[in-house]
């Protein structure tokens, strides 16, 4: 079965750059969507088709995907992005969600 | 606004069966897709099932296939989930999502409900 590789956390400084990456074999074949979950709440759509935003969602949230990774960007990160994010592709009609990455904002 | 409402969670013994159900508002429910995503405790999401519009379509996890049963009523503006033979693995929060372009690559799980709890425990 297809399988989406996180890493299981991520550390960045308020303002910098927070990349999280998200692996599969060929998974620039297919399209990436992203999720981030604060907690105790429900998941929240942030990147779809790669690299499309949702209505409401801030400009520096980002994604990009190419050959085997797809990657979130959050510029200008901000304590408020601390979350748990995963990344989530379909593969033979079967969803499919990377293990989660955890970014703290320190 | 889109909204989406599920019920019927609650404790259950192994082997038991409960139905989750899902109300659905602020959009077009017979135009979309729709699907069920689990997360255990402290545990990652997982993807469980998803139904086309008119119910054509339906894709399984294979870790639910022949124990759990997905459909909808689009009168009632509604999605279920029956589920059989339950395990103490099935034990989760089980969201009802939105499924914009379900069956293509192209799919978003675009809108998530506040989930429901489901224990599987003696």
């Known amino acids: 079965s297809y399988e989406l590789t996180q890493p299981p956390s991520v550390s960045v400084s308020p303002g910098q750059t927070a990349s999280i990456t998200c692996s599969g074999d060929k998974l620039g074949n297919k399209y990436t969507c992203w999720y981030q979950q604060k907690p105790g709440q429900s998941p929240v759509l942030v990147i779809y088709q790669d690299t499309k935003r949702p209505s409401g969602i801030p400009e520096r949230f980002s994604g990009s995907s190419s050959g085997n990774t797809a990657t979130l960007t959050i510029s200008g990160t901000q304590a408020m992005d601390e979350a748990d994010y995963y990344c989530?592709?379909?593969?033979?009609?079967?969803?499919?969600f990377g293990g989660g990455t955890k970014l703290t904002v320190l | 606004e889109v909204q989406l409402v599920e019920s019927g969670g609650g404790l259950v013994k192994p082997g038991g069966s409960l139905r989750l159900s899902c109300a659905a508002s602020?959009?077009?429910?017979?135009?979309?897709?729709m699907s069920w995503v689990r997360q255990a405790p402290g545990k990652g999401l997982e993807w469980v099932a998803w139904?086309?519009?008119?119910?054509?379509?339906?894709h399984y996890a294979d870790s639910v296939k022949g124990r759990f049963t997905i459909s909808r009523d689009s009168a009632k503006n509604s999605l279920y989930l029956q589920m059989n033979s339950l395990r103490a693995e099935d034990t989760a929060v089980y969201y009802c999502?939105?499924?914009?372009?379900?069956?293509?690559?192209?799919?978003?799980?675009?809108?998530w409900g506040q989930g429901t709890l489901v224990t599987v425990s003696s």
């Open positions: 139904i086309s519009p008119s119910s054509t379509y339906i």
């Open positions: 989530q592709a379909w593969d033979s009609s079967a969803g499919v």
């Open positions: 999502v939105r499924l914009e372009s379900g069956g293509s690559l192209a799919a978003v799980l675009d809108y």
């Open positions: 602020g959009f077009t429910f017979s135009s979309y897709s």
